[in-house]
Structure formats: C-alpha cells, structure tokens
C-alpha cells in the first residue's frame, strides 16, 4: 500500500511539472506559487534529486533586486486565473505578483541537501542558493519589521498563504472597497464557491492590490501604506525555522558570516514570539499592529508555530491544544476550531485541513519530543488521502476532498511521510 501510494503520488507530481517549475493543479492555479514549489522539491527529492533543486532555482531566478521572491510567477499566459500580470502590473521581465510568501525555501534547501544521495550536486546547488535565500530573510525583517521587533507582518492576507483565515476578518474590515475596478473570478469556474473566499473578500483583495501598484511597489513603502499589518506566528514561524536551517547550512558549507547573521535574526525572533502567547488559548495568537493588539482568534497559525525551535513548554501546550481540538473533528489539524462560531468546515481556511500545514505542525513536535502527536497527525494525513485522493484541502468532520484536485504539494507531502517512515524503519 505504501508504495502504491508513493506511485500515486509520483503520478500527480509529473502531471504538474512543466519542465522547470511546477504548478500547484491544472486549471485553478496554472502558475509557480512560490511555498508551494519549495514544498513540492521536497517530493522531487526522493526520486529525483537535480529536478528538486531546479525548482528552487527557478523560483529564486526570478526574485527581485532589493530580495523579495514574489509570491507567483506568470511563466506563461494563462487567462484562467485572476488576478494576472496585467492586474499586478509589476514591470518585470517575466511577470510576477507584487507580494510574497511564507519562506519556506530555507528549510527545503537545508533538508534537501541533508538527504541527497548526490553530495557534490547537492554541496554545489545549496552553495549558489545561500546568498539568494539569506537576501529574502534580510530583506523581510529590512521591510516587514521597520521599527526592529524581530517579527515581520504580512501585507496581505494572500502573503500568508491562508488567505482567508478568521484571524483576518477584523482587520480586513478596515481595507475599503471603494474604487476596485470590476472584475471576473476565475477560481469559482474551477472549484465550488462555497470552498472559495467569498467575493466581499476578493473585492478587499484587490484593492490591496491597486493600492501597492499605486504605489510603484515600493516594499520600502509597502509596509505603512497598508491598512492591513498582521504579525502571523506561523508565518514568522516558517522564517525562523529558515533562519536556523540556512545558519546550519551555512556553517557546513563554510559560509560564516550567513551563519551569523541567520542566527542572529532567529535567535532575536524566538525570544519575540513570546509576546504572541496565549496562555488562555494554550496556544499563539496573531497580533494586529495597526492598532496594537493580539487578535482573539486561535487559529491553525497559532498552532503552526511549533514548526520553529519554540521553548519545549510552548510545544508540549501546542501539543496539548490539538488533543482538545481532536475532541470536535475526525481528522488533525483543523484550520480553524470546530467549536468556534466562525468554523466553516469546508471553506479554504476557515476550517479545513491543509496537508502542507499537517507536515509542517508533525515535524516541529518531532523535533521538539512530541512524537506521539506527530505521529498521529502523519497518520491522519494518510488516511485522508486514502478516503479523498489528492485534494488541495479536506473537511476536518468528513474528509471531504475540497479545492482543486490532483495537487502537487499533496503529493510532495505524502512522499515526504511515507519516506520518512521508511528512512526511520
């Protein structure tokens, strides 16, 4: 069964690749998303090792001068999705968004070069991407943390990757509407609406969108014109476990002065993390810097946290806050609590299970001696796939198979678990 699913998986994979990068499914989204290609090059990994360092160099081909990956590149036109370039308007060479994403490519990088069968391609390819993937930290804590907290704020619901979250809806109701330019979604024509943001949400969205553009983007600006600074802890999450990654990589591969200042940046991160507890929630919490307060909403962010070397006391109520949130749903981790009058059991990220989120979450109680909750979350993760294939997302209650379908980075995770099992075996 193990490898019959691993085949499986393989299938999807090569199904998404187009050549050098892949996309997450065809029709919804039919370009390279950035988390999602450094996730799906840990699937790469297992069985084809140059084609999963290909697709973090594409991804970092294309970042910007002052270090910003965007969080999508337009490889080719492809009117199924919007908003494309023409919306974005960014004035790159090959199009890309004007946002980011969580920086998860730190963490592939390191894991990926660790595994590899293939020391000196590995030694080789990690070398050339260190100064690309330390730029994109520096540039985050230069743009996102203009006052020097230690911990940066998303613009935009979308740099989150949990687009929409209930830990946004207070202050996404402070982002006007007024002036959005009409426009038609694309992503309603390929997955049920009733799993997709609603479109009073799209219409705040863009305007976010019109507003950067407005402003040339400018990320030295782009931070105090938006209406919209959350500090999201699982986002910074992924950050800082990048940091520790690529400082680890960086002393192995000789590069002392990167070590230093990754470890420096983590380290100062870590120790701000705490004003993000909740010690009512059991949990960290999201914090609205536009008006200076943690956002009463624990969501699958707050949990998402354990993935970076958090204090082990963090991790055991991190670790504790799932077993209470097994209690309401049949499968881990819900995005959202299912008691919590805001749960939405099937739309996007007001409820369901992300696999990509699951991996994460398992990795970071394993590393920090919670085992047998990692366990079970890799558990769960294999038994959804076995009741509803390869989806995007699936329901906590009933595992139904959500969003699009044949998803790449499903596949990469399932490979990831599977072989990780075997590899301890």
Known sequence: MTQQMIDQAKSVMRKNDRGSYTVPTHGLYPFQWNWDSALCALGFAHFDEPRAWTEIETLFAHQWEDGMVPHIIFHQMDDGYFPGPDVWATGRTVPTSGITQPPVAG???????????????AASKARALLPR??????????????????????????????????????????????GVQPFTRRDTSHANPAH????????????????????????AQLHDASPFQIVDPGFNAILIRSCVDLADLAETLGESEIATQSRAMANKAIAAMESLWSNQ???????????????????????????????????????????????????LVPSHDPTAPEFDALRYWRGPIWLIVNYMIADGLERAGRTVMADRINRDCLRLIEQSGFAEYYGAINAEACGGDAFTWTAAMVIEILSAQEIAA
């Open 107 to 121: 963490f592939a990088a390191r894991r990926i070069f660790d595994r590899a069968r293939d020391k000196a391609l």
């Open 133 to 178: 993937i330390h730029a994109w930290h520096q540039w985050f804590f230069a743009n996102r943390d203009p006052k020097g907290t230690g911990l940066v704020a998303i613009i935009h619901p979308w740099e989150s990757g949990r687009d929409n979250s209930v830990d946004w809806d207070a202050a996404f109701e402070r982002v006007p509407t007024e």
């Open 196 to 219: 997709r943001p609603t479109d009073e949400q799209y219409k705040r969205y863009i305007w976010l969108v019109q507003k950067f553009r407005s402003l040339g983007w400018d990320n």
């Open 281 to 331: 929630h059991g949990q960290y919490l999201c914090y609205d810097r536009a008006i200076g307060a943690l956002v009463d909403s624990a969501s699958i962010g707050g949990i998402l946290a354990a993935f970076a070397p958090i204090p082990g006391a963090r991790a055991k109520a991190i670790s504790d806050r799932i077993e209470v949130l097994a209690k309401s749903c049949n499968y």
